[in-house]
């Protein structure tokens, strides 16, 4: 089958790569679409080290599975693949699983292929009213609902979006959705108005924000070391970061300022599907308006240097049957 | 009057400092008894680059007040000392006010004086059944406490306090209190041992830890980069840190860690002072026993030296009356 592999070094589209085997808990995928995501970019600047088959945001028919049930269901599934037996996948959360494989970033092939094995434990069916191209959407759209299981805004609270990509798009629509009234985009792409829910009060160029504005929560989805410098100068006192995205390498803080400010930074990382997908079907959500090309999975490499250009949004592969 | 200064290079005892003048708002209070902090030392190498009469622990009488019913109180101060007009005094929280002036740290005076002046709002009377020697501590107590407020700790939940210093006993005096029953201290000086509450479930050295050892929380008290470190080295998937202890200077970290692990990272200044005296009026803490020297105020650059020595518990000084 077609698959596209990274193998530390660079890109290569396989088109002779075996069709994986799915065990006894794992249903057998052929994938209609997949995204690319900023995870993806970094892994080719060598996050986290892997080498194998590329993808973790996708949309699915399963084509076998020993679970009868599941075939021809069309299907989006979560990325974390728990050991089982650990002390917290026992309490149901393989998603920190010390020793999980994480679908195309870690351990274990992803979804940039014709074909693909993912534990049934894994996969949602998906409803027949949201199309391909919203449902391709869910797993980012998942991690921005986790920020609220992690954090509740209080009434009026100013809050910031530091990044205005996809996943800070994603973000500001969960936020309204939840009743955010005081919610502001700071990013360099003021061209995606047209992306951003209706009761965003502004959008700020980061280094343009007036001196007096401050704000008492600021979600980071910018991927650079200088979101988080902005959020780190622009929180109040008494204030929250919460980091959504992941940039390399290491950077400089004191934290004696956090101490005497009193900030509570939090990490966010994989969220719930469920929510994700009601919210998919119940909001007006703009993902489709998101998604800036599709390229069959033949063309990946124009796919991704198409999602490497300033200003891209969503990239989609739709790998081709046989 | 007698007053231990500092010029910004090195403290000096001046012999004739001008007694202060309280404002309207403020008690005129003679010091009884004042302690020397980590924070003092901190700004001996340049923190917050304050200069003035240091220090912030202390237990006084008011011998001058607008208010005849504070006259011969016998109490113990806040150190923050809030605008009265910004957003944050308005909501009664002046610990935050970004103008506020801290006793002894930051564009106010401090305590090791004979005399100094602060607002009597500030002020909590002393009741007769706890020494100058326990009260002392009320500073010291209330920021330990503020942990409380922050953070709930569900049952069972794995603890480390790294730093086994005063402001670690305290902690792990605090927390044993609240009922957390798997605690541990981590640091250099099991020596102290007779100081631990009783429930304390080991004491590690740093690097002594054993392999398979982590924890849901960790609290920061050790006053050095080496143990932020250590705190991010052990610390749980979805776990918390929280920092109590300021160290100078940045140290290198790495956010996309944080967001893999779901980390949360809480700064926590000071506390509340009414149950901080509650629980040292019906708690058995061993905060006499802490007490390494009592030096009069006139001998405030030995004591010092005495503070600076390792392992050395609270010195306090003792300002002479006239």
Redesign the interface.
């Known amino acids: 089958m077609r698959a596209l592999l990274f193998n530390g070094q660079q890109l290569q589209l396989g088109t002779a790569h075996p069709l994986p085997q799915p065990t006894a808990q794992e249903a057998l995928l052929r994938i209609r679409l997949a995204g690319i995501c900023a995870t993806d970019l970094a892994i080719l600047r060598g ?1 986290k080290g892997f080498t194998g088959v590329l993808g973790h945001e996708f949309v699915a028919e399963v084509v076998a599975c020993a679970d009868p049930s599941w075939l021809q269901a069309r299907v989006v599934g979560e990325i974390n693949c728990g050991c089982g037996s650990c002390s ?1 996948c026992a309490r149901g ?1 393989g998603n ?1 699983c ?1 020793s999980r494989r994480v679908v195309g970033i870690q351990g274990r092939d992803g979804m940039f292929a014709q074909y693909a094995c993912l534990p049934v434990a894994n996969l949602h069916r998906l409803p027949d009213s949201l199309s391909d191209q919203q449902a391709v959407f869910t797993e980012p759209l998942a991690a921005a609902l986790r920020i609220t299981e ?1 954090i509740t805004l209080a009434a009026g609270e100013p809050v910031a979006i530091v990044g205005d990509g996809r996943l800070g798009i994603l973000v500001a629509h969960v936020l309204a959705h939840q009743g955010c009234a005081d919610l502001y985009m700071v990013g360099h792409h003021p061209e995606h108005f047209s992306l951003w829910p209706a009761s965003l009060k502004g959008h700020w160029h980061p280094e343009q924000l007036p001196e007096d504005f401050s704000f008492a929560t600021i979600i ?1 989805c910018s991927g650079a070391a200088s979101g ?1 410098r902005w959020a780190l100068a622009k929180v109040q ?2 204030g929250r970061i919460v ?14 300022d ?12 994989c969220g719930p599907f469920a929510p994700a997908l009601s919210l998919l079907e119940t909001a007006t959500l703009p993902v489709e308006k998101m998604i800036s090309a599709i390229y069959p999975l033949s063309d990946a490499l124009t796919a991704f240097a198409h999602a490497q250009r300033k200003g891209a949004l969503k990239i989609l592969l739709a790998p081709e049957e046989e």
């Not at 005497?260 to 939090?266: A, D, G, P, W």
């Open positions: 996050y917290f959360n920190h010390l992690q980071e988080w006192p008494q980091l959504k995205s992941t940039f390399p390498g290491g950077v400089p803080v004191e934290p004696a956090w101490v005497v400010r009193e900030l509570q930074i939090i990490g966010s990382r």
